[in-house]
T-cell receptor
Framework: GIQVEQSPPDLILQEGANSTLRCNFS?????LQWFHQNPWGQLINLFY???GTKQNGRLSATTVATERYSLLYISSSQTTDSGVYFC????????????FGTGTRLTIIP | DSGVTQTPKHLITATGQRVTLRCSPR?????VYWYQQSLDQGLQFLIQ???????AKGNILERFSAQQFPDLHSELNLSSLELGDSALYFC??????????FGPGTRLTVL
């Protein structure tokens, strides 16, 4: 099946800093989503982005499908950005199931 | 709020028991997906239903089963529970093969 790798596994930043999270995947995809899992365990949709670039406030994402990677940018970090960020993909050659990466744990220090 | 509801939020039970987790998808969404999040396996796809029919199966144990009812809500049944079944179980829904919206999850603890 499709493989999803996220880096870095852990990131500790001061409030106000910017960060870039990376997601590499091993096959063509027809779905790529970024999620934020908050400390209460809830999975919050950030972006549906199988290709191209999107922005939502301080967050933006870019997927280069031909090179099989996606980047999530967080600018001017706030403590509420802390949590685990997951990338999940669905392969072009499979069904609609999402395969998740192992996540990046982001800790924002005040 | 994603619009997907799951009940109960927490469930504590003993080994060997059977439990039922319930999911109501967003209004209009025909697809329901179940995922399991455990410390050792991460987030894994279990099963998908589309308009009442099973569409895809993932790493779902034989002790687990699911169904989707005519009103499109879904239930995940877990039986002969083992300690290793303790996990966060998520339901997600989508209207088509794009954005999946996740519910708040049911945290299952097997003692």
């Amino acid at each position: 099946g499709i493989q999803v790798e996220q880096s870095p596994p852990d990131l500790i930043l001061q409030e106000g800093a910017n960060s870039t999270l990376r997601c590499n995947f091993s096959d063509s995809v027809n779905n790529l989503q970024w999620f934020h899992q908050n400390p209460w365990g809830q999975l919050i949709n950030l972006f549906y982005i199988p290709s191209g670039t999107k922005q939502n406030g301080r967050l933006s994402a870019t997927t280069v499908a031909t090179e099989r990677y996606s980047l999530l940018y967080i600018s001017s970090s706030q403590t509420t950005d802390s949590g685990v960020y997951f990338c999940a993909v669905a392969s072009n050659f499979g069904n609609e199931k999402l395969t998740f990466g192992t996540g990046t744990r982001l800790t924002i220090i005040p | 709020d994603s619009g997907v509801t799951q009940t109960p939020k927490h469930l504590i039970t003993a080994t060997g028991q059977r439990v039922t987790l319930r999911c109501s998808p967003r209004s209009g969404d025909l697809s329901v997906y179940w995922y399991q999040q455990s410390l050792d396996q991460g987030l894994q796809f279990l099963i998908q239903y589309y308009n009442g029919e099973e569409r895809a199966k993932g790493n779902i144990l034989e002790r687990f089963s699911a169904q989707q009812f005519p009103d499109l809500h879904s239930e995940l049944n877990l039986s002969s529970l083992e300690l290793g079944d303790s996990a966060l179980y998520f339901c997600a829904s989508s209207v088509s093969a794009d954005t999946q919206y996740f519910g708040p999850g049911t945290r299952l603890t097997v003692l």
